[in-house]
């Protein structure tokens, strides 16, 4: 092996593509990569509450076999023995998937979902699953019954670490894994990614298989990689995308570059900053940090542009008809069973699905149409329209109102099809992340993350580490 890391680099807060160079190079090994995450996630996972299960022995080995394989010259790819967490919706044969439901606790999975193969298969290591709220329909990242991952960012009062890809966030925010899976139905991959500080990429539908996911909304649910930098969430999407014979949706998507080009810069790139009314309602700091965003990229060379939208950003908030009737397609009848150990607020939730008619349901995919040819429009000559990722910065946990939703500026991206990439750009007095969302057309998640890589090449809010 040649010369290892230095002694004062803890390979538990390398980013991703760090670690995969230092193990791909043999100046770091797979097993100490993993002991050093299993060490920091014994010692902070307790306070935190980011995993449902962590797969210690299982991980162990899988690590002692890929040191074996590369060391023997016999590695199946730049990834192999990276570590990796997964949402508590993702199937592993023989691994119970609860989808953050106490009253799925004794579901072991048949199979593992398509996105879990393409990664072992990859010789990634799966160190555990994280928590999400319950079926992933939520906002703000809490769960009653198995618990709410907190937000690393302030020690002394519990805040919301953003859902529904709670645990996966909190994770990646605290170093317990490189980079994890998150899903996003309206907001659950970049909700966490801006409560925590973190970088995520919502994928356009069907670009990623949701094959042995358990489903929300089979009209929106799309998963994506959730990581401490752009460069990481990129690496970890080429390895997840593409078709999948499984999943219907996957099917005539044309796949991605098998890695985007990140580093074309911004110059030339017309982007849009939101319309003026949309500033009413969020945070000065946030605000303040969005301004900060635009002026970053100006200087990089983008020309930044005034845009009319045929809708405000509260309408998709308020249509939920989509969303409503397909998870009650799905989980309806363990809310109406009250047996069953659900969150009222959830069970609610799903309950209001009953009352969607099929007339309703048609209307509402009608709207998505109309609205989806509008923004095309609008947006004919624009690369990528910037918004805030969420109002404010965390929010306490005590006093939280649920029937409040974070996702005013997330939810229109799933309704209309768009990925999205979320970002950290600043932080409040207090020291609590704030984000910039970067919104592009479907199946333009190369635009999203080459913007992102250029920012993060001149900023370094997403170096910066919560205090633990």
């Not at 193990?23 to 299993?38: F, N």
């Not at 393409?118 to 799966?126: D, L, S």
């Not at 969020?282 to 900060?292: G, H, I, P, S, T």
């Not at 309703?360 to 149409?369: F, G, H, I, N, V």
Request: proline share 7%; net charge neutral.
């Amino acid at each position: 092996m040649t010369d290892a890391l230095p002694a004062a680099t803890d390979p538990a807060l390398l980013p991703a593509h760090a670690l995969a160079r230092a193990i791909a190079a043999r100046r770091l090994s797979p097993v100490d990569a993993v002991e050093a995450l299993l060490a920091r996630i014994a010692a902070l996972e307790p306070r935190l509450n980011a995993f449902v299960e962590v797969y210690g022995e299982d991980a162990r080995l899988a690590a002692e076999g890929a040191d074996r394989a590369i060391r023997s010259g016999h590695a199946v790819g730049p990834l192999h023995g990276v570590p990796v967490a997964l949402k508590d919706l993702i199937d592993l044969e023989g691994r119970v998937t609860t989808g953050g439901s106490a009253a799925l606790r004794g579901r072991p999975a048949t199979a593992t979902a398509s996105i879990a193969r393409r990664m072992i298969a990859q010789g990634m290591i799966v160190l555990g699953k994280t928590h999400t709220v319950e079926f992933a329909f939520g906002g703000w990242g809490t769960n009653r019954h198995m618990g709410t991952p907190l937000n690393p960012w302030d020690p002394a009062q519990p805040r919301t670490p953003g859902g529904s890809s709670s645990g996966s966030g909190v994770a990646v925010a605290a170093g317990l894994t490189p980079w994890a899976i998150g899903t996003d139905t309206g907001g659950s991959v970049r909700l966490p990614a801006s409560f925590c500080g973190i970088t995520g990429l919502k994928t356009t539908i069907g670009r990623v298989s949701t094959a042995g996911i358990l489903p929300l909304s089979t009209t929106l649910d799309t998963p994506g990689p959730m990581a401490r930098c752009v460069e990481d969430c990129a690496l970890l999407y080429a390895v997840i995308q593409g078709p999948d014979p499984l999943d219907p949706n996957t099917r005539g998507v044309v796949p991605a570059d098998p890695m985007p080009h990140l580093d074309r810069g911004v110059r030339g790139l017309r982007l849009a900053r939101m319309p003026r009314a949309e500033r009413e309602g969020v945070a000065a700091e946030a605000l303040a940090a969005y301004d900060r965003s635009l002026e970053v990229l100006a200087r990089l060379g983008a020309e930044i542009v005034d845009v009319s939208l045929p809708f405000r950003f509260v309408d998709f908030v308020r249509s939920s008809a989509i969303l409503q009737a397909e998870a009650y397609l799905f989980d309806g009848h363990l809310a109406e069973d009250r047996t069953a150990q659900l969150d009222p607020d959830v069970r609610a939730r799903i309950l209001a699905g009953a009352g969607v008619s099929a007339q309703d349901y048609l209307r509402t995919r009608r709207m998505q149409q109309d609205m989806k040819r509008g923004l095309d429009k609008a947006l004919a000559d624009i690369d990528a329209l910037l918004t805030p990722t969420t109002e404010t910065a965390a929010l306490p946990l005590a006093g939280l109102d649920q029937d409040v939703v974070p996702s005013r500026f997330t939810r229109f991206v799933n309704l209309l099809e768009m990925c999205a990439l979320a970002l950290p750009n600043g932080f409040t007095a207090g020291g609590l992340p704030l984000s910039l969302q970067i919104c592009c057309r479907g199946y333009d998640e190369a635009t999203a993350l080459r913007i992102g890589q250029a920012y993060q090449q001149a900023t370094d809010w997403h170096q910066r580490r919560p205090p633990l």
